[in-house]
């Protein structure tokens, strides 16, 4: 073999040798992934359905404010009427959907501006 041909083998030879290193450690790195994501799920699972419950619990008592409110998050009002007055019936659904988005765009406002 000339000297070129040596030199074209060896490059492949050590592309391909590379190549299937870099292939085995990403498959190594899937497979652990895949072994921990059921676990993972579960627990992530878990801990949705005991917020869900948490937050049933607060709404049955009547509560307004989330019991995990982020520290300088504004409580959402607790009775918004038509066109944000406060009343004593109960307020329109539609009004209070218009206020929480109105209250998730201002809080993704403030979370944009910080650097």
Known sequence: MSAPQSLLQAAVNRLSARLQSGVAEALSA???LAELAPERLQQEWS??????????ERLERG???PSDATPGAAAPPADIGVQGQSSGASPNPQDQIDAL???????????????
């Open 63 to 65: 509560e307004t404010a």
């Open 101 to 115: 988005r109105a209250q998730v765009a201002g809080l993704a406002s403030r979370l944009e501006d910080q650097p």
């Open 30 to 32: 899937l497979t652990s």
């Open 47 to 56: 801990l949705f359905v005991e917020e869900v419950e948490q937050e049933a």
